[in-house]
């Protein structure tokens, strides 16, 4: 069983769509990442979490510890949001990013 | 710069060469990581440097692979005797020194290798 698991795997929604992508892990953590990465693209670190929940414009990303749980959520999706959504984790006693296998995200007009 | 630099951003090679990839992290980062991304697959971990510590390479996937930091500077990852599966993408990211604060990671955008 992998430390990260992401779900959906692939998700498809109608433009203005609100999208919810979920992350649980089974190590414990000192922070959890979110990260978009773009066809033939880099990667942009949307999130980093440790507890409790933040915003960035349409996004918004909750982190529940002791469930060992995060969501991603987008509001109002647009197609411009098509892009592989990344969970990371970083264990309690390291540096090292542990990576989810991503959830690929199309939004159609 | 104001990102992490990687060069080059390609690199097309014939199996059994030797390839060097580099890495130019953010000034004053500390933690330095290379990744790959085969295609259609996700993320694997390589190699982590974190300051004059001795490097994690607990994800180096065999002898041909090594890497490479100078301090808290340039990075290289080197690829010995090159095999079609090594095509994929590496991606290198740094993160500053604080991590009690739970610190980002900025990624570069990749060197995207085939060997043909």
């Known amino acids: 069983k992998n430390e990260v698991e992401q779900s959906p795997q692939n998700l498809t929604a109608q433009e203005g769509e609100f999208i919810t992508i979920n992350c649980s892990y089974s190590v414990g953590i000192s922070a959890l990442h979110w990260l978009q990465q773009h066809p033939g693209g880099g990667i942009v670190s949307l999130f980093m979490?440790?507890?409790g929940k933040k915003k960035h414009g349409r996004l918004i990303a909750t982190i529940n510890i002791q469930e060992k749980h995060s969501s991603l959520h987008i509001t109002a999706s647009h197609p411009r949001d098509s892009a592989v959504y990344i969970c990371a984790v970083i264990g309690e006693y390291g540096n090292k990013l542990v990576f989810g296998a991503g959830t690929i995200l199309r939004v159609k007009s | 710069g104001a990102g992490v630099s990687q060069s080059p951003s390609n690199k097309v090679t014939e199996k059994g060469k030797d390839v060097e990839l580099r890495c130019d992290p953010i000034?004053?980062?500390?933690?330095l990581y290379w990744y790959r991304q085969r295609l259609g697959q996700g993320l694997e971990f390589l190699i982590y440097f974190q300051g004059n510590s001795a490097p994690d390479k607990s994800g180096l996937p065999s002898d041909r692979f090594s890497a490479e930091r100078t301090g808290e500077s340039v990075s290289t990852l080197t690829i010995q005797r090159t095999q079609q599966e090594d095509s994929a993408v590496y991606l290198c990211?740094?993160?500053?020194?604080?991590?009690?604060?739970?610190?980002?990671?900025?990624f570069g955008q990749g060197t995207r290798l085939t060997v043909v």
């Open positions: 979490l440790s507890s």
């Open positions: 000034s004053g980062h500390t933690a």
């Open positions: 990211a740094s993160s500053p020194p604080n991590r009690v604060q739970n610190t980002e990671a900025f």
